[in-house]
């Protein structure tokens, strides 16, 4: 048997493979986006990008219902949105199986929330499992399939940043065979959820949970390792490794299912020790169905609830209860790092944008993608960021409280994947009932944010073949909008021209950037300018060229400390030109030889 070093998110893919997956579905988001752009290498699997979370779970749920195994992945917000058919699908069971993975994101590293889809399951009555290590997340994977043809559920996988990124060594299978042939069976008592079937299938899923938990009570992936019985803890993924580096000496029930949980099991774990305690990571959510069986265990009390766990915050946490040892001083930080605040990229086409909706001092309603870096110093253009596609809704509704003179000021970014995910309904709202906002669509010709993933407006697919173009100025006039103009934003002119106008205009309208982003690699869709430069003579120290907050744009103080210059890194510019159309002293110039 082969082994390989895989991150999470590589072995969740390679646990498709082996489970014998047909369909795969998706929207990218961080930390989960990287499993799609594994599962494209096996061409076994019919692997595609969807429009949204909620499309690409019903993409898969259309699999299963042909009798195919089928895997939906998205990241924690992802399943807000795919929340509708996931309620459902609890319901209706599956015919192949079917796995929802959900990235979490303990302390926000790339999201709005920190919010904790556990509680999803337990919501929506399915079961959970949630891999320790990049193994288990194949193994899980594999389970998961079986689990949800053998309960007739759909079948969650919790993953979570540092789970989904870090890489370990992984034992790689074959692809199962002898699965059941997929074909059309109809079955409408149990596919069509009408009140009268919904009434039918509802004592069953609960049942189901009744039999998973029994399950669970004798499953493997549910483990006790006893050691010494003064502390037991429960704990479950990324947290059972915390655990075992923070305090090596305690007892411990590792659940890999973590809904529903083994009664029985955590009975008889805590009948062994002589102190229960829960660690996990965001909400109490373990903690509250175990107290709720009657056993006394202590968890949020002296975890911190908000935020990643870490060996060290676990230490310290039992330390000040006189459980543990206080971290050594060299196992913390003493010096503070610098700090390192997100920017958009050199020559990023949204920078031109952002800075004149600033200087025109518009009120801008945000969105989800590199965009919302507008929000940034010394930018600072954007005033409202909520979800995905709440930038166009957000701003239809800011307007109809403002009077006609503060209505002009009110304008929604949105990105051009983030338009087509949830963007579209909101702009048909606003054209239907007329209300006088201005909408920009920042067309950078991919999802950019999330590491550059195709899209219905680029023209490719996930497998890189050509495919047609969403063309987003017809689809806007389709909608309702009369008023639709292009620009190029790196024009610093026509954008400061067309934005005032159509600022101005008392009706819906929509402004179009078209400008692919810089990191794009084909050359056939952006090719880099020369790179600019200053000429020190003629730069009198103005500062105007930092107004865009450019990577690539330095500062360098005089030797007095009462004056310096601007310098431009050749290194990063791309030669966008957006900082020689503010300069009023000629003094940037193109870059020689």
Excluded at 30 to 44: D, R
Excluded at 146 to 165: K, N, Y
Excluded at 467 to 493: K, S, Y
Aim: aromatic fraction near 6%.
């Amino acid at each position: 048997m082969s082994r390989a070093v895989l991150s999470g998110n590589e072995a969740i893919a390679r646990g498709a493979y082996e489970a014998g997956v047909l369909v795969a579905s998706a929207y990218p988001g961080t930390p989960s986006t990287e499993i799609l752009e594994n599962i494209v290498g096996y061409p076994e699997i019919d692997a595609s990008w969807a429009p949204n979370e909620k499309v690409a779970l019903e993409v898969a749920i259309g699999a299963s219902f042909g009798g195919g195994r089928a895997i939906a992945c998205m990241k924690h917000v992802g399943v807000n949105v795919a929340a509708d058919p996931l309620f459902t699908l609890s319901y209706t069971g599956v015919r192949g199986g079917l796995v929802l993975v959900a990235a979490d994101d303990p302390e926000m590293h790339s999201s709005q929330n920190e919010q904790d889809s556990r509680n999803y399951a337990k919501f929506a009555k399915v079961p959970m499992l949630e891999p320790a290590d990049s193994q288990e997340c194949k193994e899980f994977t594999r389970l998961g399939f079986d689990l949800s043809e053998q309960f007739d559920t759909p079948v969650m996988l919790r993953s979570c940043t540092r789970i989904s990124h870090g890489k370990s060594i992984v034992e790689l299978g074959e692809r199962v065979s002898g699965l059941p042939a997929p074909k059309l069976t109809k079955d409408a008592p149990k596919l069509v959820m009408l009140p009268g079937n919904a009434r039918v299938r509802h004592p069953l899923v609960e049942q189901r949970i009744v039999d998973l938990s029994a399950y669970g009570d004798g499953a493997a992936i549910n483990r006790k390792e006893m050691r010494s019985t003064k502390v037991g803890i429960i704990c479950a993924g990324v947290v059972y490794q915390y655990v075992r580096e923070a305090l090596p000496e305690a007892s411990v029930l590792k659940l890999g299912m973590v809904y529903p949980l083994p009664h029985n099991l955590i009975r008889e774990f805590a009948s062994q020790v002589e102190q229960l305690f829960v660690i996990e990571e965001l909400d109490p959510f373990i903690e509250e169905q175990v107290k709720a069986m009657g056993i006394a265990v202590t968890g949020k009390a002296i975890v911190p609830l908000c935020g990643e766990l870490s060996p060290g915050r676990i230490r310290a946490a039992f330390a000040k209860v006189g459980l543990a040892e206080a971290p050594a001083a060299a196992d913390s930080i003493t010096e503070p790092l610098p700090p390192r605040p997100p920017n958009m990229c050199p020559g990023c086409p949204h920078r031109g944008l952002f800075y004149t909706l600033n200087r025109l001092n518009a009120y801008v309603t945000g969105d989800i993608g590199c965009y919302t870096l507008g929000f940034m110093p010394p930018l600072n253009a954007m005033d409202t960021c909520v979800c995905m596609g709440a930038s166009v809704s957000n701003a239809s509704g800011i307007v109809r409280v403002l009077s006609p003179e503060e209505q002009r000021r009110v304008v929604g970014v949105i990105g051009d994947s983030t338009f087509l995910h949830t963007g579209v309904n909101s702009l048909m709202e606003m054209a239907y009932n007329r209300v006088p906002a201005t909408i920009v669509i920042l067309d950078n010709r991919i999802t950019a944010m999330t590491g550059r993933q195709e899209n219905p407006t680029s023209g490719y697919t996930l497998k890189g073949v050509p495919a047609p173009e969403v063309d987003l100025a017809e689809l806007c006039r389709v909608l309702g909008i009369e008023h639709v103009r292009l620009i190029d934003p790196n024009n610093l002119a026509e954008t400061r021209r067309v934005l005032e106008e159509e600022m101005a205009r008392p009706a819906p309208s929509v402004v179009i950037t078209r400008r692919p982003c810089c990191l794009i690699k084909d050359a056939t869709r952006f090719s880099p300018g020369p790179p600019l430069c200053i000429e020190p003579d003629k730069c009198t120290g103005c500062k105007a060229c930092l107004r865009l907050g450019c990577p690539a744009i330095e500062w360098l103080p005089s030797s007095d400390g009462k004056k310096g210059k601007a310098r431009i890194d050749s290194l990063l510019c791309n030669g966008c030109t957006v900082c020689q159309q503010l300069c009023k002293f000629d003094a940037i110039i193109h870059q020689q030889g």
